[in-house]
């Protein structure tokens, strides 16, 4: 669902490669029309989502406290943050 698309010193950002609407169904915390999640690395993230349309949101967790995000967000971040793990890349 996810490809990383670039990783340096202070953000990962991923492509996201859902293919149909049985994989959104399948995985309910992703929308078909994200097309980049973006999250920062360091003692606290920004997750950025990019819209196919250009338009984005954000949420914070870390250190310096939280934005308070639905369950499905959630999700996502935990999703997100376990692919790039996988990845074996840190977001320290």
Do not use: C
């Not at 360091?42 to 349309?53: Q, R, S, W, Y």
């Not at 499905?72 to 997100?80: A, G, P, Y």
């Amino acid at each position: 669902m996810f490809n990383v698309v670039a990783n340096d010193e202070t953000q990962v950002v991923l492509k996201v490669t859902v293919k149909d609407n049985l994989q959104i169904a399948l995985n309910p915390y992703i929308q078909s029309d994200y097309d980049y999640i973006t999250v920062t690395k360091g003692p606290n993230h920004t997750l950025t989502v990019i819209k196919k349309d250009g338009t984005t949101f954000s949420f914070v967790w870390g250190v310096g406290g939280f934005t308070l995000i639905s369950d499905n967000l959630e999700r996502l971040r935990k999703e997100v943050v376990k692919f790039i793990e996988s990845q074996n890349i840190s977001l320290r």
